[in-house]
T-cell receptor, first 114, second 115 residues
């Protein structure tokens, strides 16, 4: 069964540095998402992406965040100047165009900011 | 804004027994989707079951079934014949039909399965 893949599985970065998290969505999916889960807390929506543009974003997704689909397969989340509170698990998800189809999640990237 | 509440931080069940995880939600919409996701220690979020609000029939996937009470805004998950592999964090999630595709998650319930 096709799956969403995320790299790296764990990223350790110094505060203030830029980090890029990578995702390869399922190939025939057209909607892409990023979610965040701070340790011990609920999963929170960050952003959704469709047709090469952001379709929705949360209050968390401020100017230090950006997303990109640089080619036909990758979907990336960039954090420009990381802060300690960015430490979390970041999940990528993708779904088909039809709204009744579920989102499929990757295994997540654990981001640790030192 | 929609909210999802899971009032049980942790539940335990004996292997082969049945357990029910609770979920309530708040929305003013009449049509929406509800999901249960499982997150084992390996961290991957796995879709367990989904329910479309306009369908009155409760969804079932093998040992997993839901009790969807639309008027009460309740969406509980029943796991029958519990297995050790069912041990995980379970998240209830809501998705609007009209207003975007984002999932709104509850806080999660840790399910422990005793052998």
């Amino acid at each position: 069964e096709p799956e969403v893949t995320q790299t790296p599985s764990h990223q350790v970065t110094q505060m203030g540095q830029e980090v890029i998290l990578r995702c390869v969505p399922i190939s025939n999916h057209l909607y892409f998402y990023w979610y965040r889960q701070i340790l011990g807390q609920k999963v929170e929506f960050l952003v959704s992406f469709y047709n090469n543009e952001i379709s929705e974003k949360s209050e968390i997704f401020d100017d230090q965040f950006s997303v990109e689909r640089p080619d036909g397969s990758n979907f990336t989340l960039k954090i420009r100047s990381t802060k300690l509170e960015d430490s979390a698990m970041y999940f990528c998800a993708s779904s088909e165009l039809r709204s009744n189809q579920p989102q499929h999640f990757g295994d997540g990237t654990r981001l640790s900011i030192l | 804004a929609q909210t999802v509440t899971q009032s049980q931080p942790e539940m335990s069940v004996q292997e082969a027994e049945t357990v029910t995880l609770s979920c309530t939600y708040d929305t003013s919409e009449s049509d929406y989707y509800l999901f249960w996701y499982k997150q084992p220690p390996s961290r991957q979020m796995i879709l367990v079951i989904r329910q479309e609000a306009y369908k009155q029939q409760n969804a079932t996937e093998n040992r997993f079934s839901v009790n969807f009470q639309k008027a009460a805004k309740s969406f509980s998950l029943k796991i029958s014949d519990s297995q050790l592999g069912d041990a995980a964090m379970y998240f209830c999630a809501y998705r609007s039909v009209e207003y975007g595709n984002k999932l709104v998650f509850g806080a999660g319930t840790i399910l422990r399965v005793k052998s």
